[in-house]
């Protein structure tokens, strides 16, 4: 996992930006179009179930009203047959009573019957027992089969329990028609005397569902929607014509079944279920005058078919949002990236060494300031590339200017001259003023390298003062003193003899009395100090301002004068303008020169 996270990362990191705006971009408006997408849809959606919802209590609940009224007619006109004048007669014919004659009862009971059935489509059949058989009925079939054994019907038994008050039952099939016919439900009641006192009868009222059917198809519901009647079995006692498959459906029948098992005692129910495997939300109501519940059922797909337009409409303005954002962040991104492209292209061709190259990018945004300063810094680079190309020449040529200095041809010759004499006179000093000359010249080549030791420089300028101090025998003395520590500190080489030089040949040559010269290196915070001091003839404080310039350079003609500036310009070249000489001086006292150099260990 943690490899391909790696692997993810490195691809990331290799991809242009122009490529990593646009997936950005495009991310970022799925991620808005599909979160802004889901939210309004599953709000909408909840909108249109929770709208369906209370219309649909709405609709069972006016047909809870109906219905409610319709089975208290029928209860009603059960109340009328069984408190009928003439049905209590009939029934009550052998009871002392009723002494008088009921002999028409029976006919008189009939025409009731009949009237009823007459002024009612609804009632399919009027049934009337006594205590032992059927005594007495009115039925719209002809095939109504009297030897019927009705005491063995669930309703029967029921009657028994519910004494005078009547009861709905149903839907049952009417067995007693030699053609079943359609489902019916019943009426059923016991009957009793006037006084209460005795049970004389049996009533059972079987009603078609025409009648419900009526006010259930007037029901303004939605186009797919369903209108169910089903009782605390979860037998249906209604449903719509075009779902007559419905009424033996295993699903549709277990969610009814769960319908009254759990909420037998609400008012209303909400729930959701599959019919021949279409999404439905059910919403019931229970009524009161019969243990029925009324159940609207609305498929998911009419719900929603707005939320879906919608949702059609959304996702079609989604991908134009997606195309036209897309389009645009390519616009966008191209307009970033191009003056990055150019840029890049530069940089490559400053790398390959072209830096005359230029940046031509005029935007005025953070690509713009940066190829601004980027053209800049070629030029700052161009001005110290030729910068150093000078300093290095001048460097290269204040070098050589050091190294004729050295083999300048009258101190050649002098000394020369001086070893001749020497030679001639037979004087001891001829071999260590020779060899003081070998080594001079040796340590000034210094195997080509330009910083050498401290101890090194030193020792040259001892084998140049010993040669000059037998040159101008007891014109002056000399010592070298130098702390410990920095003897191995790193200086430029065949910087102390201009200096002595130039103390020998302007401060003490003209002197009447003995000089003396000290050479002094110590250090003194990070810097190195040598000083050369005399006791010469010394400078007024104009010349000794005017001995590093240019100028006094250009106008001395001695080597010595030429040594002293070119010193200070080398001296400023390697280690920059805070390094150098200084010079100072006191007119008939002497002239000291300090030498400011950096702290160089290896």
Not at 365 to 380: A, V
Request: glycine share 4%.
């Amino acid at each position: 996992m943690m490899h391909r996270m790696k692997n993810m990362l490195y691809n990331i990191q290799h991809i242009s930006i122009r490529t990593k705006l646009l997936l950005s971009f495009s991310l970022v408006i799925i991620a808005l179009i599909s979160s802004t997408l889901l939210f309004a849809l599953s709000k909408y959606n909840a909108k249109l179930l929770n709208n369906n919802i209370d219309y649909s209590k709405k609709v069972t609940s006016s047909l809870m009203e109906n219905a409610d009224e319709y089975l208290s007619q029928l209860k009603n006109i059960s109340n009328v047959i069984a408190y009928n004048h003439h049905v209590q007669k009939y029934l009550n014919q052998h009871d002392s009573y009723y002494p008088m004659d009921s002999s028409d009862s029976f006919q008189r009971t009939l025409e009731l019957l009949s009237n009823i059935l007459t002024s009612r489509s609804d009632i399919d059949s009027i049934l009337i027992f006594d205590n032992s058989r059927l005594s007495v009925f009115k039925s719209m079939h002809l095939d109504l089969n009297t030897a019927y054994d009705y005491k063995s019907q669930p309703w029967y038994k029921a009657i028994s329990q519910s004494g005078v008050t009547p009861q709905v039952s149903g839907p049952h099939q009417q067995d007693y028609l030699d053609d079943l016919g359609p489902s019916v439900f019943s009426v059923n009641r016991t009957i009793q005397r006037y006084d209460g006192l005795k049970e004389t009868g049996v009533m059972h009222i079987s009603v078609n569902t025409s009648e419900i059917k009526t006010f259930c198809d007037s029901a303004n519901f939605y186009k797919n929607g369903l209108i169910f009647i089903v009782n605390q079995a979860g037998e249906i006692i209604y449903h719509p014509d075009d779902a007559d498959d419905l009424s033996d459906d295993y699903t549709f029948k277990s969610h009814m079944d769960d319908l009254t098992t759990r909420l037998i005692h609400q008012d209303h129910n909400i729930f959701t279920t599959y019919i021949h495997e279409e999404k439905y939300q059910i919403v019931s109501k229970s009524m009161s005058n019969a243990p029925w519940y009324i159940v609207a059922a609305t498929p998911y797909k009419s719900i929603t078919e707005d939320a879906e337009q919608i949702k059609k409409i959304i996702l079609s303005m989604g991908v134009l949002a997606l195309i036209f954002a897309l389009a645009i962040t390519y616009v966008l991104s191209t307009a970033i990236t191009n003056p990055i492209l150019k840029l890049r292209k530069c940089m490559a061709q400053v790398q390959q060494g072209n830096l005359t190259i230029r940046a031509d990018i005029k935007s005025h945004d953070e690509i713009g300031i940066l190829s601004s300063r980027f053209n800049s810094m070629l030029e700052q680079i161009e001005k110290l590339m030729a910068q150093v190309i000078s300093d290095q020449e001048q460097k290269r040529k204040l070098e050589l200017k050091t190294l004729q200095a050295q083999i300048n041809p009258h101190f050649l010759y002098n000394t020369l001259d001086s070893i001749i004499w020497m030679a001639e006179s037979k004087n001891d000093n001829i071999v260590p003023m020779t060899e003081s000359l070998s080594k001079l010249f040796r340590l000034s080549l210094s195997r080509g390298q330009d910083i050498i030791p401290l101890s090194s420089e030193l020792q040259h300028i001892k084998h140049y003062l010993f040669i000059q101090s037998m040159r101008y025998e007891d014109k002056f003395t000399y010592t070298i003193t130098t702390q410990d520590h920095i003897v191995d500190y790193k200086i430029i080489k065949l910087i102390l003899q201009p200096l002595v030089e130039n103390a020998i040949y302007h401060g003490i040559k003209n002197k009447r009395e003995k000089g003396c010269i000290h050479i002094d290196a110590y250090t003194e915070g990070d810097k190195v100090i040598i000083s050369i001091a005399d006791d010469g003839i010394g400078m007024d404080a104009e010349t000794c301002e005017a001995i590093l310039s240019h100028a006094y350079e250009t106008n001395q003609r001695s080597s010595s004068g030429i040594g002293v500036h070119n010193v200070n310009e080398r001296i400023k070249l390697y280690f920059g303008c805070g390094f150098g000489l200084q010079y100072k001086s006191t007119l008939g006292v002497g002239t000291t020169v300090y030498i400011h150099l950096p702290i160089i260990t290896s």
